[in-house]
């Protein structure tokens, strides 16, 4: 990967994870102004807000009060922050939402405990090191490797005694 793929890739990363945190709290409804009352204004909303915050202070997005939100808030920021300490090749991976939240979902279980973040940091940096030996040059062919390393990571959490190598055996 090339220094200027890595930086649009780093772009794109930090807008997918805004993108995402916005969505993650949004449980009520939108409402617009009814075409009747012409001069009806819609108010502002931590719900609908764009997200201009530092990753660690998006939890203070969630409206006073909303401990469900700021609990998903929470773990869905100590999941960027664990992604952000793995290598830049293993980091890209959390882009892709499934693998995000099946990382995520795994932390949260194990309480973000130093085992679950090293049996997860081996896992993923084994699957980025394939991904980087595979063909990557359409989008259809990233989201297809993407998918692979998905349903890897599950059975890997599924299966936590089975080896890199047993694995290669099986799969690859």
């Known amino acids: 990967m090339n ?10 990363l930090c807008l997918f994870f805004s993108i995402l945190l916005m969505f993650s709290c949004n449980h009520e409804d939108n409402t617009y102004p009814s075409s009747k009352n012409k001069n009806e204004t819609i108010q502002s909303s931590p719900y609908n807000s764009f997200i201009t915050s530092p990753v660690d202070q998006l939890y203070l997005l969630c409206p006073e009060g909303d401990m469900v939100c700021h609990n998903n808030m929470s773990l869905t920021i100590a999941t960027a922050q664990y992604f952000k300490s793995l290598n830049p090749g293993t980091a ?4 892709y939402n499934n693998i995000f939240y099946t990382t995520r979902d795994y932390l949260a279980d194990h309480n973000f405990s130093d085992e679950a973040q090293a049996f997860l940091s081996d896992k ?4 980025a090191e394939w991904n980087k030996t595979q063909d990557n040059s359409t989008p259809e062919k990233q989201l297809k490797n993407l998918e692979f390393i998905h349903s890897s990571l599950k ?4 299966n936590p005694q089975t080896t890199t190598d047993q694995f290669k055996k099986l799969f690859m």
């Open 155 to 158: 059975y890997f959490i599924e």
């Open 92 to 95: 890209a991976l959390g882009s």
């Open 124 to 127: 993923l940096n084994f699957l």
């Open 3 to 12: 220094k200027n793929n890595f930086y649009s890739l780093g772009g794109k």
